[in-house]
């Protein structure tokens, strides 16, 4: 079992920056390949962006690309989501999910296994 556990949502202006953190127990990280999803009230969730299980690869959604850098810590059992030049359009629910490694290949089969329970962050004037 693995568990997820995010943090460092909270209020911020337009323009400000915010960093979140996806502490992992219960499993080492290693194992996993790790995705950022977003959800606004009313609307459906969405992918923010992804790592590959060593971090050798990201990708994002085209709405944050430039803004927003996934970076992991395997020796440390974390992710983070670092936001700069947020906009009110980035208010939503941010979780954070775990894609196991399937045997023989290099990242997970892009079907999430686990989910963090998320963290809000608000961007307001």
């Known amino acids: 079992q693995l568990h997820l556990v995010e943090s460092g949502g909270g209020l911020v202006q337009p323009g400000g920056s915010l960093s979140l953190s996806c502490a992992a127990s219960?499993?080492?990280?290693?194992?996993?390949?790790m995705s950022w999803f977003r959800q606004a009230p009313g609307k459906e969730r969405e992918l923010v962006g992804r790592?590959?299980?060593?971090?050798?690869?990201?990708d994002y959604a085209d709405n944050v690309k430039g803004r927003f850098t996934i970076s992991r810590d395997n020796a440390k059992n974390t992710v983070s989501l670092q936001m700069n030049d947020l906009q009110p359009d980035d208010t939503a629910t941010y979780y954070c999910?775990?894609?196991?490694?399937?045997?023989?290949?290099?990242?997970?089969?892009?079907?999430?296994?686990?989910w963090g329970k998320g963290t809000q962050v608000t961007v307001s004037p």
């Open positions: 219960g499993g080492t990280l290693s194992s996993f390949a």
């Open positions: 790592i590959s299980t060593f971090g050798f690869v990201t």
């Open positions: 999910a775990a894609d196991r490694l399937a045997y023989g290949a290099r990242n997970g089969d892009g079907v999430m296994d686990y």
